[in-house]
């Protein structure tokens, strides 16, 4: 049975069977930008390689891949690759605070800061009590450790080979 999985922005998520975890995993991805913050991730690889290179043609059709590849879907496409990196009450309490104002601004904060790399873009206001509260239910650390997580080169590799698995699969294929 399919269940819809939520994000913000009223983004939905397919998702097989009854596994809550993969929910709220799903939803963190979604809430997280988690596309979007991997282009810009392989868009600045890309300004770093000669544009002649094999690997920058590679890195270009991963962008454009990227690109056409909503956040609801890459989340779905690469939560296999990400299911060990937080607990589902963990990936609840982030998301619940990425649906927030604040979250949000965050988030914000961060694919600006990946879209000028070397700029010092000021750090936004954040809700005191939201953010005191997010900091003492382990929503902060477990952000943090999150995004280590997803940064790490051996993950964004199992993230490309999903995303690659999923351009080009064939018309009909169930996964």
């Known amino acids: ?23 709220q995993l799903q939803r963190l991805l979604i809430d997280y930008h988690i596309a979007q913050i991997m282009q810009l991730g392989v868009q600045r690889g890309i300004a ?23 956040d609801a879907t890459f989340a779905e496409i690469v ?28 988030i914000a904060w961060v694919i600006q800061s990946f879209q000028h790399p070397g700029q010092a873009i000021p750090r936004p206001d954040l809700d005191r009590n939201l953010a005191q509260s997010f900091e003492a239910s382990g929503g902060s650390a477990a952000l943090k450790q999150f995004s280590v997580c997803v940064n790490d080169p051996a993950r964004q590799q199992q993230m490309a080979v999903a995303l690659v698995h999923y351009a080009t699969r064939q018309p009909g294929d169930a996964n």
């Open 48 to 70: 770093q390689l000669p544009p002649s290179s094999a690997q920058n043609a590679v890195l270009l059709q991963m962008s454009r891949q990227l690109g056409m590849t909503s």
């Open 79 to 106: 939560t296999p690759s990400l299911r060990d990196c937080i607990s589902e009450d963990r990936a609840r309490v982030v998301a619940d605070f990425l649906e927030t104002g604040s979250g949000q601004a965050l």
């Open 1 to 23: 049975m399919a269940m819809l999985v939520m994000g913000h922005a009223g983004n939905a998520v397919a998702q097989e069977g009854a596994s809550s975890g993969n929910r």
